[in-house]
């Protein structure tokens, strides 16, 4: 039987309640009390702030992607709240030049008030992109190949990026900690296992790890976190005349679908009851069938 001293034992049956019955077989079995409960978005954050110190803790130059859309802002507040109020390592935007004139103002705001170490790096030009690809999917090959550029310039061994498991097929297959190769690629049938939480944080040779903290969280975690938070979005995500965007990118390839959902409370509604893709607005998602797994095989995100 374990036996407890005093002052553990007070603290462990402080707020036990002794007359129901269970409590106290539990600790009759077990020596100690369940954990006090966290709601779901306490765990969320919790296990995010857990990915990104381990990040920081086991990798030498890390850097934290941020694409100004609704996930990558989240992220960007999780890693605040990890080390305590200020972002220990770069956010690196790869810039398309195409994005919406409101993400850029964002951008440009937040990136000071977050006292962010931001760096913007460019993007090749159509013309060098692999003219096999589809259209959309070739223009969103620009930022693999502006990544690769920023990797070789920078020569960080770990990104964090902010995709999620139930944004896109191909994206489920991710794990959270996940080898790149040596040009940035990503061999989907060669993954570490990831159990209980224990990461494989050593990049091969030469190559680098993706870190992805909100793998987990779903499109209305996203949302209700960022209501609880007051994190700042940017306008574009909110309807207007009938339509807006759930998934930001560039201009020519990112369209708005209907919605009168003019706040979060809304948005969340919304999202209950409908069946309409996140990605419905990204010309990509509506290209061959391979289209995005090529992308990812090649480095992107």
């Given amino acids: 039987m374990h036996?407890?001293?005093?002052?553990?034992?007070?603290?462990?049956?402080?707020?036990?309640?002794?007359?129901?019955?269970?409590?106290?077989?539990?600790?009759?079995?077990?020596?100690?009390?369940?954990?006090?409960?966290m709601d779901h978005l306490d765990e969320l954050e919790a296990q995010s702030i857990y990915i990104l110190r381990e990040a920081f803790?086991?990798?030498?130059?890390?850097?934290?992607?941020?694409?100004?859309?609704?996930?990558?802002?989240?992220?960007?507040?999780?890693?605040?709240?990890?080390?305590?109020?200020?972002v220990p390592f770069p956010a690196l935007h790869v810039d398309t030049g195409k994005k919406f004139p409101e993400m850029y103002a964002f951008r440009d705001r937040f990136g000071k008030e977050w006292e962010l170490d931001l760096k913007v790096e460019p993007c090749p030009s159509i013309d060098a992109i692999d003219p096999t690809l589809p259209p959309a999917a070739r223009s969103a090959a620009r930022k693999t190949e502006g990544l690769k550029w920023a990797l070789t310039k920078y020569g960080f061994d770990g990104l964090i990026a902010g995709i999620r498991r139930d944004e896109e097929a191909t994206r489920a297959k991710?794990?959270?900690?996940?080898?790149?190769?040596?040009?940035?690629?990503?061999?989907?049938?060669?993954?570490?296992?990831?159990?209980?939480?224990?990461?494989n944080a050593s990049p091969p040779q030469g190559a680098h790890l993706r870190i992805h903290p909100i793998l987990h969280w779903t499109e209305a975690d996203i949302w209700a976190y960022t209501k609880r938070e007051n994190i700042p979005i940017i306008p574009l995500y909110l309807s207007k005349d009938?339509?807006?965007?759930?998934?930001?990118?560039?201009?020519?390839i990112t369209n708005p679908v209907a919605s009168t959902a003019s706040s979060i409370d809304e948005i969340l509604i919304e999202l209950d009851g409908t069946k309409v893709p996140e990605r419905a607005g990204r010309a990509l998602d509506h290209e061959t069938e391979d289209a995005f797994e090529r992308l990812r095989v090649a480095g992107y995100l």
């Fill in 57 to 86: 803790a086991r990798l030498k130059k890390l850097a934290l992607l941020w694409s100004l859309g609704k996930d990558s802002n989240v992220m960007i507040w999780l890693a605040r709240k990890a080390f305590f109020g200020r």
């Fill in 242 to 252: 009938g339509k807006r965007y759930r998934s930001l990118g560039d201009q020519d």
């Fill in 3 to 37: 036996l407890l001293d005093n002052d553990s034992a007070k603290d462990r049956l402080r707020g036990a309640d002794l007359n129901g019955g269970p409590a106290v077989q539990k600790i009759l079995a077990h020596g100690q009390l369940p954990p006090p409960s």
């Fill in 174 to 199: 991710e794990r959270v900690f996940s080898p790149r190769g040596l040009e940035g690629g990503w061999d989907v049938r060669d993954q570490p296992p990831e159990f209980w939480d224990h990461f």
